[in-house]
């Protein structure tokens, strides 16, 4: 049973990709419902509060996390397994609210993105200092974009070039795990695009078992937390 | 007393909703073009969490001091023809990392607008983190008094990424920001080895968008594995490949903000 909550407030992404653009979100007695994709995947976003794709949320830090302080407080998720929080770029007022609110609830860690060249790595090294001044474990890193295979030739080009050698590099140096590469492939933008399930529509794709095995390592890492907290219990 | 700003003769805000989408990039490669035309440009990197202009210009490793006006900008080279202010040059070191709230950003920012001793520029461009929160209400703002000429807008193709630039376009309209045009960036990339053109990240929906908001579409800039390399080695990529795939499309849209700016003064 898996939640998705979206606290980019400024760019609301999460609703378009999983085809659920123009729903809208319900009240009832105990709460805000979420938008249910299947049965077991409800999703809540500022998306579903806005009545046009135009609508721009123009506001200050306090006001954001007035509303993430709700999301967390009035979503009706019900029974869950995983909620899984996607948030803007950056090391400011939806990181520090989101990381205080659930401080009550342990958060079992964060899984960093970042992109193979040092322009990008250069801002995930700080990601990773918020991490640790706030005490937010890290489970690890994904390398995203990572190669591009040419469907004609099928010769490799590195688009983003890893000039400081990339996640791997950095992930050594900062003693944190490297969960993973994803390769680039334009049907993950598509179904994006879509709203529909890139690992549905392409299975066969190498971003697929890069994504798969990255689930994986985050699924044992999360049974293994939970593992040692019941012995200490 | 003269304000830091008397001198500078155009402002230009660089803006998306989304991250990752090439702002940075198409600010640097800007003021590479603008100064290859003769112009004096300086770069205000109002991105506080994320300030990627410094080592786009190799310029990491400096520090900025202070003269009687305010700050001296950070000159990239020998004849100042290219400054830059940004929180990375203020950082003790560069993993440090800017945990702030929106009223100390806001507060930063309006020294950035206000204090930084630019002299005389052609061209200010303000570089923006993604979004339409504090950094950006604080610096449309902050910029207002000094008459900004425009806003450009980045987008990747994709509908995600569009989908966050069209409340960008809202932001412009909300707090009377003008839209000089929108940039398709990552739009299709050329395979070295063969040739063969992939839109990985989609096409097109960037030119859609300037037209369903009637705003001026200033081109597409490919993928250019040449590009992102010398903007990781801070190197000036409109002087190094003038043959390279992205080139035609920035000199573009150098060459449309230029003649923007001579209708606006005649």
């Not at chain 1, 995983?82 to 009550?104: C, I, K, R």
């Not at chain 1, 995203?144 to 992930?171: D, H, L, R, V, Y």
């Amino acid at each position: 049973q898996v939640a998705l909550l979206d606290i980019d407030i400024c760019g609301p992404s999460i609703p378009k990709m999983m085809g659920l653009e123009g729903e809208q979100v319900h009240q009832s007695g105990s709460g805000w419902s979420p938008v249910y994709v299947e049965e077991n995947l409800g999703v809540m976003s500022v998306g579903f509060l806005l009545s046009s794709p135009d609508d721009a949320v123009i506001w200050r830090g306090p006001k954001k996390n007035g509303l993430i302080k709700q999301f967390l407080r009035d979503v009706d998720w019900g029974e869950i397994d995983y909620l899984v929080v996607d948030t803007p770029p950056g090391t400011s007022d939806e990181h520090l609210s989101v990381v205080q609110y659930l401080s009550a609830a342990h958060i079992d860690g964060a899984v960093i993105i970042t992109t193979p060249q040092e322009v990008s790595l250069q801002d995930v090294r700080k990601e990773i200092n918020f991490c640790h001044k706030v005490k937010l474990p890290i489970i690890g890193v994904v390398e995203n974009m990572s190669g591009f295979i040419c469907p004609k030739c099928k010769n490799e080009s590195q688009i983003f070039p890893p000039t400081t050698g990339g996640a791997e590099k950095m992930c050594e140096n900062l003693n944190v795990s490297l969960l993973g590469k994803v390769p680039l492939d334009p049907q993950i933008g598509k179904s994006c695009d879509k709203g529909q399930s890139f690992l549905s529509e392409a299975p066969e794709s190498p971003a697929t078992s890069s994504y798969r095995n990255i689930i994986q390592r985050i699924q044992e890492y999360c049974d293994q937390r939970h593992f040692q907290e019941e012995k200490i219990i | 007393e003269r304000s830091n700003l008397a001198g500078v003769r155009h402002i230009l805000l660089v803006l998306s909703g989304k991250g990752g989408v090439g702002k940075s990039t198409i600010s640097t490669e800007l003021a590479l073009s603008l100064r290859h035309s003769g112009k004096k440009v300086g770069i205000l990197d109002v991105d506080l969490c994320g300030p990627s202009i410094p080592r786009m210009f190799r310029m990491q490793d400096s520090d900025v001091h202070q003269c009687d006006s305010g700050w001296v900008p950070v000159f990239v080279d020998q004849d100042k023809s290219i400054s830059l202010m940004s929180i990375g040059f203020l950082l003790e070191k560069p993993d440090d990392a800017v945990v702030w709230r929106g009223p100390k950003k806001n507060a930063l920012i309006k020294q950035f607008v206000a204090d930084v001793a630019w002299g005389d520029l052609d061209f200010l461009i303000v570089d923006t983190p993604p979004g339409t929160s504090d950094e950006h209400i604080s610096t449309v703002e902050a910029l207002r008094p000094y008459k900004p000429l425009g806003a450009i807008l980045v987008t990747t193709p994709q509908a995600v990424a569009v989908g966050d630039v069209r409340r960008e376009l809202t932001f412009c309209k909300k707090t009377g920001l003008r839209v000089l045009g929108i940039v398709e960036n990552m739009s299709g990339f050329i395979c070295p080895h063969c040739s063969e053109c992939t839109n990985i990240f989609s096409k097109g929906g960037g030119e859609e968008l300037a037209k369903y908001a009637g705003v001026p579409f200033l081109g597409c800039v490919p993928l250019d594995p040449q590009l992102s390399q010398s903007l990781e080695e801070g190197r000036d990529f409109i002087q190094e490949f003038p043959k390279s795939s992205a080139f035609s499309a920035l000199a573009q849209i150098t060459q449309q903000i230029l003649d923007g700016t001579s209708q606006r003064s005649s």
